[in-house]
């Protein structure tokens, strides 16, 4: 017999998205069921991107008075723009009135996830949905399988995929191959964490003759930092004098502090977006529904936007029988995920240097960058795309 759970949401995935939901929902009284295939230890651990706008942070300090992210994170109120040896700040104060604030996405989960164990939320670990079965269109149900592997299924009123960009949720919503729009560039970022102190107040996004790097920042003793590759490369393969010398030479201008790198990556780049992202009372959110290159940090940052509109169209759905909200959640989040999209392959189109890049392609893209950095309406543009535009409260 499988163990049968029944709840009114069930949640596939306990990242930023699926965990931000549970806690917004039970604001409202829905009680909801949160299960992932990993466990806690490995949520808490994985390395992501560290930047949150400012309407994340707002609603992160409103549901989680004791979150670290005002303590242990950092408000950052501009970023350099580097190219031809030269720094151009984008100042986000005075363009918008606006921050982010450097707060890596693992912290934001161990928040998330003592908060939620601690206010009692059902949180299953170790679990694996493998599909829906929506036989009866009203009572979906999850099919998944424990630690154990025994068989388990949640009968719910709602279904939500939150479960990452290798989403198992996305098919039964929009379709094998999730029926997308999809987008690969021709290269990728080589990320290190490494003990050393930080070398620039600021993040330095520096677009260089040899290609793209940024310099981010995790904590006074840690630094992240990436540079562009190709997308093959393999993150074992460069010594650790050859990726500071990498480093070094496409961030002219900065002498970078140097210490041992204790964590390397490569982080591939894609733009997705899933065909639909609600069927019936199945929905999509976050990586599950797009994905978008790391450039400008967008990811978590569109995850809780998509988690702010669902939360209230269930609510009315579910507490009210008003399904008005929930009909136009694809449609309200698309505009917002197009955005973001657009965002991220401007970023990195204009930061990157493309690999059979011409003399042609070089110079136009100086054109741009200037065209950003000496106009005041350019900078605006960027300030206000990367601190986040209003979320719908
Ligand atoms: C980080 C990642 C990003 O993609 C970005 O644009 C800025 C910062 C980070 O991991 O620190």
Not at 357 to 368: L, M, N, P, S, V
Not at 370 to 392: F, I, K, M, N
Request: with cysteine; proline share 5%.
């Amino acid at each position: 017999m499988p163990q049968s759970i029944r709840t009114r949401v069930a949640i596939v995935g306990a990242g930023p998205a699926g965990l931000i939901l549970s806690h917004l929902l039970a604001e409202e009284g829905i009680e909801s069921v949160v299960i992932d295939r990993r466990t806690r230890a490995e949520i808490e651990s994985t390395i992501r991107a560290g930047i949150l706008e400012q309407g994340t942070v707002e609603l992160l300090t409103r549901i989680d008075p004791g979150t670290r992210v005002q303590t242990v994170g950092e408000r950052h109120d501009g970023i350099e723009l580097r190219f031809q040896g030269e720094g151009h700040r984008i100042d986000f104060q005075a363009l918008v009135g606006r921050s982010v604030w450097l707060y890596p996405q693992h912290e934001v989960l161990t928040d998330l996830l003592a908060l939620r164990a601690g206010a009692g939320q059902d949180l299953r670990f170790g679990v694996t949905a493998s599909g829906i079965d929506d036989t009866d269109p009203d009572q979906p149900r999850v099919i998944a399988t424990d630690s154990q592997g025994d068989n388990v299924v949640i009968d719910a009123d709602f279904v939500v995929g939150a479960d990452g960009s290798r989403s198992v949720m996305r098919s039964a919503v929009a379709g094998a191959s999730g029926n997308g729009v999809f987008r690969e560039y021709p290269f990728a970022w080589f990320g290190i964490l490494c003990d050393a102190p930080p070398s620039s107040d600021e993040l330095i996004y520096s677009n260089s003759d040899d290609g793209f790097a940024l310099i981010s920042q995790r904590s006074p003793q840690v630094q992240r930092m990436y540079f562009q590759c190709d997308p093959g490369m393999d993150a074992q393969a460069p010594s650790e004098a050859e990726i500071w010398a990498t480093l070094q030479a496409r961030v002219p201008g900065t002498s970078l502090k140097r210490g041992p790198v204790f964590q390397r990556d490569v982080l591939s780049f894609r733009s997705f977006v899933a065909g639909e992202l609600r069927r019936g009372r199945l929905a999509l959110v976050g990586d599950a529904a797009h994905t978008v290159p790391p450039t400008g940090a967008k990811g978590m940052n569109l995850a809780v936007a998509d988690v702010v509109l669902l939360a209230r169209a269930l609510h009315a759905l579910l507490r009210e029988d008003d399904s008005r909200l929930i009909d136009t959640y694809s449609e309200r989040a698309l505009r917002r995920i197009w955005k973001a999209q657009h965002f991220s392959w401007w970023m990195t189109g204009m930061l990157h240097t493309p690999p059979r890049g011409d003399d042609f392609d070089r110079r136009r893209q100086i054109g741009e960058l200037r065209s950003v950095v000496e106009s005041e309406a350019g900078r605006a543009y960027l300030a206000e795309a990367y601190t986040g535009w209003p979320l719908d409260v």
